[in-house]
């Protein structure tokens, strides 16, 4: 094998940690993605094909970062619920992982985020209400980025082709 098929090798790999990153917040998501293309575009050897691939592949990475947090933001903010509600979801979140195998993240996410909302409402309706919704707009950003970061890796194994066919 050569340096150029094992740097192919090694990206696939990465941009497909990047693509499940978007719906696992625990691996890297976009960004790895982004990075690999850099990276596929620089030492894959497909010459002008990489560049073309690079530049493709970042404008949906970065519009699908931008669409994520536009979409949660908008939605956030549209509910009235703080950034400290999502950063205490994000915690416990976390501490989920540790204690709930597989869905802990999510889990404790959602824990979080209720029991912030109901300490900030003083209200179990209210709470649920703004949960929900929250939940409901970052499970829109994360369909959002993980469509547009499929693309991005499609443009790849576009990209992959058509180096190996010239």
Request: with cysteine; hydrophobic share 60%.
């Given at each position: 094998m050569n340096p150029e098929s094992i740097m192919?090798?090694?990206?696939?790999?990465?941009?497909?940690?990047?693509?499940?990153?978007?719906?696992?917040?625990?691996?890297?998501?976009?960004i790895l993605i982004g990075l690999s293309l850099l990276a596929w575009a620089i030492w894959g050897g497909a010459g002008t094909a990489g560049w073309v691939v690079f530049g493709v592949g970042v404008a949906f990475v970065v519009a699908?970062?931008?669409?994520?947090?536009?979409?949660?933001?908008?939605?956030?903010?549209?509910?009235?619920?703080?950034n400290r509600s999502v950063v205490?979801?994000?915690?416990?979140?976390?501490?989920?992982?540790?204690?709930?195998?597989?869905?802990?993240?999510?889990?404790?996410?959602?824990?979080?985020?209720l029991l912030s909302e109901y300490l900030r409402t003083r209200n179990f309706r209210t709470a649920m209400t703004s949960s929900w919704a929250a939940l409901k707009a970052t499970g829109l950003g994360m369909l959002v980025e993980f469509g547009l970061a499929c693309l991005a890796a499609s443009t790849w194994v576009i990209g992959v082709w058509v180096a190996a066919a010239s």
């Amino acid at each position: 094998m050569n340096p150029e098929s094992i740097m192919t090798v090694l990206c696939g790999l990465a941009i497909l940690v990047g693509v499940a990153g978007t719906i696992i917040p625990v691996l890297p998501g976009s960004i790895l993605i982004g990075l690999s293309l850099l990276a596929w575009a620089i030492w894959g050897g497909a010459g002008t094909a990489g560049w073309v691939v690079f530049g493709v592949g970042v404008a949906f990475v970065v519009a699908g970062v931008a669409a994520s947090a536009v979409l949660t933001g908008r939605k956030l903010k549209e509910h009235k619920i703080p950034n400290r509600s999502v950063v205490i979801g994000l915690v416990l979140g976390v501490a989920g992982m540790f204690i709930i195998p597989v869905v802990g993240l999510f889990v404790g996410f959602a824990v979080g985020l209720l029991l912030s909302e109901y300490l900030r409402t003083r209200n179990f309706r209210t709470a649920m209400t703004s949960s929900w919704a929250a939940l409901k707009a970052t499970g829109l950003g994360m369909l959002v980025e993980f469509g547009l970061a499929c693309l991005a890796a499609s443009t790849w194994v576009i990209g992959v082709w058509v180096a190996a066919a010239s």
